[in-house]
Structures are given as structure tokens and as C-alpha cells.
């Protein structure tokens, strides 16, 4: 009996006993759920920032403190405009995150503390984003390239420049829908996100007007007009008379409308065909005029034309002739090419407004130095001698040309006979040749042991000179 009544008594200790413990636990748990009733449950993670137990307010300062906030960017996906910037403080742009956190703490399920134990909690909130839309749009109007929109309207128009012509400015194409630009922006910032592209479907093409479309048929016509098969061959230079030259021979008004005939053609006027040959000659004529020259060390020298006799002259007359009645023809417009050669009344070897060109004789008397280039390439320098300045032996200055090669001569004159391998004259009896007589050249050896006038050299490069030389290269004689 005793011993039954033992058992009774050991299992309600123990029936005690566990309900004790059960007591404890759920004190436990109750106790840690209610702990993190306003915290972070265990194992929680915000990005990097770690959460578990902490409050909203240490949370989000946290969060609040990490937040770097770039510019906001704009990128235009156009050529010619890099991307804008506008600063998130001068639309009062905030990312709050104090609400969202404490949204997620309410939302938590406290009572499973012990699951988060064991497992990872990674949360992401939606932050709360503000700004104010008129600064907004008050920034984004100042924009260099919305600037440049609102600036300027659609326009088609037939303009006039001092320089190339008649030429057309239209901005239709490619206008950028500002609204639709600024509402994009918006949205995006609206969402978090500080940049944009607008791609092509935030651009667009302006309609034209009733009168625009006249224009752009006068346009027609008139280019049609100014582009011609004319092509002036000047040797190293081409000249295509298209718009850029021919907007300048037709009747203009004051305001450079051009003027047309009755029956609606556009008029040639001739005076300015006369001026355009005039230009021409100006441009290209050398013969019988001084002229600038940059030497092989880099001075700029005139040369003058007393005794010159190389360089261009245009035939003024027969250019105005073919030019005149050639633009009043039909031909300028029927579609064959016309390239054409002036005439000349006198011609250099090089056509071209460089008449000297890349392969020439440089004599520079200052320095009693030569240099013979022949297609750019520098093939022989050397110094000279040249007319004996105090007898009167002065060698001419100008721009010559060879004419003649010959070799084993006889030079002649009052008081010398001379024998030369090589001689190489270019105007009357002076010219290039050497002088085995001599031991040396350059200095000042001309001062009291000059030539007769002719540039005296060494055997050796007038050798080459001759090899390489032909009849008609330029020969430039100056000094400074």
C-alpha cells in the first residue's frame, strides 16, 4: 500500500516538474517574441547592414547612413550633347527608408524567433522617395540641350552665307519631346532610379507648314539651278561650279532673293561673272609679279619679278568669252561633264596656284647655299658661289626656269673662256654649272672672288643636278 502511494506521489512531482518547465519555455518564447515585438527578429539582414535585435531607429540611421546619392544623370543618345547632370539637393530629392523599416518590423511574425534561428533573413524594402516636380522641371528646362529645343521652333528656310552660298536650315528632324523626356525622368526618379537614356523614341520629326513646303519646292528648283557640269581644271586645284560658286552669278534683291526672268528662270549676272574671272586671275596669275616664297629655312623672302620669267598668266579675255556664254547656254544643266583648261597666255611647268611646285632649284644668295628638290625629296644641297657683287657681276634674282642641258661646254664672255662638265642655263647666259678652277665654295667668297653671275658649285652635285634635272624646272633665286 505504501509503496503504491509513493508512486502517486513521484509521478505528480514529476507532472509538477515538466509542467514547470513547459511554464519556463513558454515564458521564454513569450518573453523573446515580445522582446522583438519592435525589433529585428534573429538572423536578419538588410543589404549589409545586420538587423537582428536592433531597433527601427538604430536601423535605419544605419541604412540612412550608407545611402550615397550620385547626381542624377541624363543621357541624351544623341550625337553633339553629352550627358546632363542635376543635382538631387536642387529638387529636394529624398530616399527615405525610417517608414519602410518600421513596416517591415510590424510585419514580422514574432512568434517564429526560434526558425530565424536557423535560417537567413535578407530583407528589401521599398524606400520612400520624394522630390519637387516644378524644381524638377525648372532644373531640366535649363538643360543645354532642352535649352536648345525650346530655342529654337521648327524651321524650314532658304538662307544666304557671305562665304558658301544659298544653303537650307531646317531643324524638323529629330526633335526632342520635351514632356515626354521630363515625365520619363520623373518616373524614374519616382522609383529609385537617378539616370535616364532616352532613346529614339523620345525624338521625333516636326511637320511642315503649307509654306514650308513652298520653300522647300523654290529650294528644289533653285539648287537644281546653282548645280551645274562646269568643272574649272586648274591643275593642282579643281573647281566645281556648284552652289557654293554659282549662288554668286546669279541676280539677287538686296536680301539675296534671287530674281527671276518671265517665265520664272533665274538670271545670270554678268558683271559677276566678270568679277568671278577677275578673282581667278588674281588668284593664279604670277607672271610678271613679285611674289612670296618660304625657303628651305623657313624664311619668307619676295622675289622680285624684274627679271622673272617663269609663272602663269591667264587669258582673261578668252575666259570671260567661254565662261559668259558657256552659263548662258543650255549646257551647264544637260547632264554631260564639263571639265575645262583655261588658256594661258603665258603657262608654268606646274599648274596650279603653287606654280613652282615640288621640284624646283633653290638658290639662296644670302647664304651661298643651293638645294635641288625633285618631287618633294631633297636630292642634292650644296654650297655656291655666286656673282662677284663688287665688279658688277651680280647674279639676277627671280624666277626662272631651265632650258637647256648640256655637257663639255665652253663659257664665254669678255675677259674668260671657262670649261664646264656640266651646264645648265635659265635665263640669257646665266645658269647653274660647276667651277673646277675653284678649291672651294660658299662663305663670302663672292665678296671679292665672285662669278660672272652663273651659280658655281663643285663637280659632284652639278653631276647630279643634271642627271636628275629636266628642261623646264624652276629655278628660285633670292636672298633676304
Not at 530674281?259 to 549676272?269: A, L, M, N, Q
Request: glycine letters at 6%; proline letters at 3%; charged letters at 25%.
Amino acid at each position: 500500500m505504501s509503496s503504491l502511494k509513493e508512486k502517486l506521489i513521484q509521478n505528480k512531482k514529476k507532472v509538477i516538474c515538466t509542467c514547470v518547465v513547459l511554464i519556463i519555455l513558454l515564458a521564454v518564447y513569450l518573453g523573446t517574441a515580445f522582446y522583438f515585438r519592435n525589433r529585428f527578429l534573429p538572423n536578419t539582414w538588410i543589404g549589409d547592414v545586420y538587423c537582428t535585435g536592433r531597433s527601427t531607429q538604430a536601423v535605419a540611421y544605419d541604412l540612412k547612413e550608407k545611402i550615397v546619392m550620385p547626381e542624377i544623370r541624363i543621357s541624351w543618345g544623341e550625337e553633339g550633347y553629352e550627358d546632363s547632370f542635376i543635382k538631387p539637393e536642387d529638387i529636394s530629392y529624398s530616399y527615405n527608408l525610417t517608414s519602410s523599416v518600421v513596416k517591415a518590423v510590424e510585419s514580422q511574425n514574432i512568434f517564429s524567433w526560434p526558425a530565424c534561428l536557423f535560417t537567413k533573413q535578407s530583407l528589401q524594402l521599398e524606400p520612400v522617395i520624394d522630390f519637387d516636380q516644378e524644381l524638377l522641371r525648372r532644373h531640366f528646362s535649363q538643360l543645354e540641350r532642352v535649352r536648345t529645343e525650346t530655342a529654337q521652333a521648327p524651321e524650314y528656310s532658304i538662307k544666304f552665307d557671305y562665304e558658301t552660298g544659298y544653303y537650307v536650315y531646317d531643324n524638323h528632324a529629330g526633335r526632342l519631346d520635351t514632356e515626354k523626356a521630363l515625365q520619363a525622368l520623373s518616373d524614374s526618379l519616382t522609383k529609385g532610379r537617378l539616370s535616364l537614356t532616352l532613346d529614339e523614341s523620345f525624338y521625333y520629326d516636326a511637320p511642315y507648314t503649307t509654306e514650308e513646303n513652298a520653300d522647300i519646292a523654290e529650294w528644289n528648283k533653285l539648287n537644281s539651278f546653282l548645280t551645274t557640269d562646269l568643272v574649272y581644271d586648274m591643275g593642282a586645284e579643281k573647281i566645281a561650279f556648284d552652289s557654293e560658286v554659282m549662288s554668286f552669278l546669279i541676280v539677287t534683291e538686296r536680301d539675296h532673293t534671287p530674281v527671276k526672268d518671265e517665265d520664272g528662270s533665274y538670271i545670270i549676272d554678268d558683271e559677276a561673272v566678270a568679277k568671278w574671272v577677275d578673282d581667278l586671275c588674281a588668284a593664279y596669275n604670277t607672271y610678271g609679279l613679285d611674289r612670296e616664297f618660304v625657303s628651305t629655312t623657313g624664311k619668307t623672302v619676295i622675289i622680285p619679278a624684274t627679271y622673272s620669267n617663269y609663272g602663269t598668266e591667264l587669258n582673261h579675255d578668252a575666259e570671260l568669252r567661254f565662261l559668259s556664254n558657256y552659263l548662258h547656254s543650255e549646257e551647264p544643266w544637260d547632264g554631260t561633264a564639263d571639265e575645262h583648261i583655261p588658256e594661258y597666255n603665258v603657262e608654268a611647268t606646274v599648274r596650279g596656284l603653287n606654280d613652282i611646285g615640288d621640284t624646283f632649284v633653290e638658290v639662296d644668295l644670302s647664304d651661298q647655299y643651293m638645294y635641288y628638290y625633285k618631287n618633294g625629296e631633297l636630292i642634292v644641297e650644296t654650297d655656291i658661289v655666286s656673282g662677284d657683287i663688287p665688279k658688277g657681276w651680280t647674279t639676277p634674282r627671280g624666277v626662272f626656269a631651265i632650258y637647256g642641258k648640256y655637257t663639255d661646254q665652253y663659257l664665254y664672255g669678255k675677259d674668260y673662256i671657262d670649261f664646264v662638265s656640266y651646264w645648265m642655263p635659265y635665263f640669257r647666259g646665266y645658269g647653274l654649272h660647276d667651277s673646277d678652277w675653284r678649291d672651294e665654295w660658299g662663305g663670302d667668297i663672292y665678296t671679292y672672288d665672285g662669278s660672272h653671275g652663273c651659280i658655281n658649285m663643285d663637280k659632284d652635285p652639278a653631276r647630279i643636278i643634271f642627271e636628275n634635272i629636266e628642261i623646264g624646272t624652276p629655278v628660285v633665286v633670292y636672298d633676304y
